[in-house]
């Protein structure tokens, strides 16, 4: 709901800033969703007139018109409007204004004529979105006023209102809030309510169930035409269009106390108004102008040949008021809120009026709002209004009464209030206290207060206006040592913070599958169906079936993980597990890169080794994989990575080689936090040498790196391999060996390492490789 800030101060005298309005909102309960400033305050911009305007000798599309601003001197300006005629008032941006986006203005010659400044649209002035030539004001409008004058700056808070206080939405509803929490005095409108009648003929209703009371007033003679400056500007700030007075002035109460108003054409309503339900499929075009095919259960107003109105939601477009529209009949009812909420919904049709309906209108404000309404419409559109207002049906009660035992409500606050403090809010926001004896007192609740209905709900009240930080904290516990499961935890979350740092995704699958082959699994006892008969041995099949979904969906390049349990028939039931998958192109092309390559077992590997740095790498068999490698920390089996067959890869839709892993998380944890460690960063500079070795086709490299690092060299800070090459035919190099490059890194902390240093490290482990793997060097 938006409120307007200069409304609000009609009814309450609010000083404080808009800052401070948003927190005492907010600290009522409120929720403040946004501040708009809206108007067009810009020094140098006046209301002009046109006085003349002839065609632009160089330019066709431009005219140039001679214009008074007030000033006793008009002034030349050259326009590319079409829309105005001479006599017409605009708004002109004279020489030294600076318009929305950095838009200086100055004397300057377009086309060769010279120009004084710029007749302005509604969306240079940020008074529209968009704007089809310039802004034609009212003839009333004063020439040399201020274009502020004219559009004050006005400030609007949208707020979010929580369906049980309807209360709030009104202007009168925030400013008593505002009242209540601020001692401000409040001044609200004097209205006087109108008397009733009962007249069957004019008005019934037939189902009570939907409308507990139903008023219409008639109103002869009124002259439709435009509303006045203020009403316009009022509901645009708001959000609403100017339809005309006698419309503008429902939307106008309705924004102003909360009741929904409707005004009908007289002239088109043929015999008494009735509240009933729909008829089998009966057709209603409302005024939005879409048709609807109605519901036995929905509420409408008709009269004795069709429906007028869908009740509480909106009127129809054969019944509205228009320019030719004499005589109108002023609705004004109370309607069931559940009965309003089905309709919209079921229709798929909501308006400001349903809104207020579904949350329950204040049943005391019927017939006030009724007479605020006819006031202003005698005063803006003239007539003659019927004395008495017919009335149907009776109001739901207006007050209630609720005990509140002063002793209860400090005990369950928890803070020493005395009894005239207990009193004082309650007083504030409405409520009358009937009777009290020092330990209870009964409080008469006023109608818009609907809420309030047993004791708890006016000791909310209490500290809602006391203040909730009155309210000391206390400890009830002491903080708890942590745990293993804590640690699991928080080691769990760095795992899934680190991948998805590298570029993974995190997915989450069934742990219900359909049964395995053999009998090393847990069956599920009832089934919903033979695809979810079991409890996963491996997280690798929902994975694939992820990466298949999102390679359908287009994704070139898929990452993704997944952190869960495994379960088998075995001791040791459920195993915390992490499982990876990857496929596509390592990044996504662009104009410097076409092709980037695509994600492989060596990027498997450096991500299985950013979460487990001292992991080691075996080659094995597995069905499940073209090239498997067993994971190891320590000597420890982790899981299982791999590179899928290009069978495989292609019932998975894959067009790139597609890797997986599978590891025991707890086992990735362990060398997680072992291996967490912070060094500074390098002082002194590293020397790298290249080695070129010939070993046997079958000796891997992890062989080679684990000699190399069970060497403890105590400056070597790292090495790599780069180059790998082999001859099947045996003309360069026999089929049974390789030749393998790597590189060797070696830095001290301490100190530029010399040449002879390096040397005599390269061939200690030169001589370790030879004696223990036999590997002979290339100089």
Not at 286 to 312: E, F, M, P
Not at 336 to 350: E, F, I, K, N, Q
Not at 620 to 634: H, K, P, S, T
Request: proline letters at 6%; one cysteine or more.
């Amino acid at each position: 709901m938006k409120i307007s800030l200069s409304w609000l101060k009609e009814y309450v005298p609010y000083s404080g800033t808009v800052e401070e309005l948003d927190a005492l909102l907010t600290r009522a309960g409120l929720e403040v969703a946004s501040i708009e400033t809206r108007g067009a305050d810009f020094p140098n911009v006046v209301v002009a007139q046109i006085l003349e305007s002839n065609p632009h000798p160089n330019a066709d599309r431009l005219s140039v018109c001679r214009v008074d601003d007030g000033s006793g001197h008009p002034r030349q300006i050259v326009c590319g409007a079409k829309n105005y005629k001479v006599g017409d008032k605009v708004p002109l941006a004279l020489p030294g204004a600076v318009l929305p986006g950095d838009f200086k203005i100055k004397v300057g010659k377009l086309r060769g004529v010279e120009s004084e400044g710029m007749l302005c649209s509604a969306k240079e002035l940020l008074l529209a979105a968009d704007a089809d030539g310039l802004l034609i004001l009212s003839p009333e409008t004063e020439v040399g006023s201020p274009i502020s004058k004219v559009f004050p700056p006005e400030t609007v808070f949208e707020i979010e209102i929580t369906s049980n206080r309807p209360d709030w939405l009104s202007h009168v509803g925030i400013a008593r809030e505002i009242s209540a929490n601020t001692d401000l005095a409040l001044a609200v409108p004097e209205i006087t309510p109108p008397a009733t009648h009962e007249d069957a003929a004019a008005a019934r209703i037939d189902d009570l169930t939907g409308c507990l009371f139903y008023t219409v007033r008639r109103i002869r003679g009124v002259k439709i035409g435009p509303s006045p400056e203020w009403l316009v500007r009022r509901l645009e700030s708001l959000g609403l269009r100017s339809i005309n007075n006698v419309v503008d002035i429902t939307n106008y109460v309705m924004m102003e106390l909360g009741q929904p108003l409707h005004a009908f054409d007289a002239a088109k309503v043929s015999g008494g108004m009735v509240v009933r339900r729909a008829l089998p499929s009966e057709a209603f075009r409302a005024l939005d102008g879409r048709d609807y095919s109605l519901r036995t259960s929905d509420l409408v107003i008709a009269d004795a040949s069709r429906a007028l109105a869908l009740a509480g939601v909106m009127g129809g477009e054969e019944s509205g008021v228009t320019e030719a529209t004499t005589d109108i009949l002023l609705e004004s009812a109370y309607f069931d809120p559940p009965t309003v909420r089905a309709t919209a919904r079921g229709l798929d049709l909501s308006s400001d009026s349903s809104y207020r309906f579904e949350r329950g209108v204040n049943p005391a404000g019927v017939l006030p709002a009724s007479a605020r309404a006819t006031q202003l419409i005698l005063e803006l559109a003239g007539g003659t209004a019927d004395e008495s207002v017919v009335a149907a049906g009776k109001l739901p009660p207006l007050e209630w009464s609720v005990a509140l035992r002063y002793e209860r409500c400090r005990d369950l606050l928890g803070i020493a209030l005395t009894n005239e403090e207990i009193d004082a809010p309650l007083l504030k926001l409405g409520l009358e206290k009937n009777f009290g004896d020092g330990e209870s007192a009964t409080w008469r609740v006023p109608a818009f207060r609907g809420d309030l209905g047993r004791d708890v709900d006016l000791i909310e009240e209490v500290i809602r206006l006391v203040g909730i930080e009155r309210i000391a904290g206390k400890v009830t516990g002491g903080p708890a040592q942590t745990s293993a499961a804590d640690a699991a935890y928080d080691a769990a979350m760095d795992v899934r913070r680190t991948l998805s740092g590298i570029g993974y995704s995190e997915a989450r699958t069934s742990t219900l599958v359909a049964k395995p082959p053999g009998d090393d699994f847990l069956a599920v006892r009832n089934p919903l169906g033979e695809e979810q008969s079991a409890l996963r041995t491996s997280m690798l099949g929902g994975l694939f079936s992820a990466l298949r979904r999102n390679l359908n969906c287009g994704a070139e390049s898929v990452r993704l993980f997944e952190v869960g349990r495994l379960f088998a028939n075995a001791d040791e039931e459920e195993v915390p597990s992490l499982a990876l998958i990857a496929t596509g192109p390592r990044s996504p092309r662009t104009w410097r890169d076409a092709e980037s390559g695509a994600i492989d077992l060596f990027e498997l590997r450096g991500v299985i080794e950013a979460l487990a740095p001292k992991v080691k790498f075996v080659k094995i068999e597995d069905a499940r994989f073209g090239l498997a490698l067993e994971v190891r920390i320590g000597d420890f089996v982790a899981g299982i990575a791999g590179q899928l067959s290009p069978a495989a890869a292609r019932e998975l839709d894959a067009r790139a080689p597609v890797v997986a892993a599978e590891l025991r998380l707890d086992a990735v944890q362990a060398a997680w936090l072992a291996a967490r460690t912070f060094v500074p960063s390098p002082k002194f500079p590293a020397i790298t040498r290249d080695i070129a070795a010939l070993l046997p086709r079958a000796l891997g490299f992890g062989e080679v790196e684990r000699v190399v690092r069970e060497a403890r060299e105590p400056l070597l800070a790292g090495l790599a391999p780069f180059d790998i090459f082999t001859d099947d035919s045996g003309m360069k190099l026999a089929a049974d060996r390789k030749s393998l490059a790597f590189s060797l890194t070696f830095r001290s902390p301490e100190r530029t390492l010399t040449a002879d240093e390096v040397n005599a490290a390269c061939d200690r482990l030169r001589g370790r490789l030879r004696e223990q793997l036999g590997i002979e060097f290339r100089e």
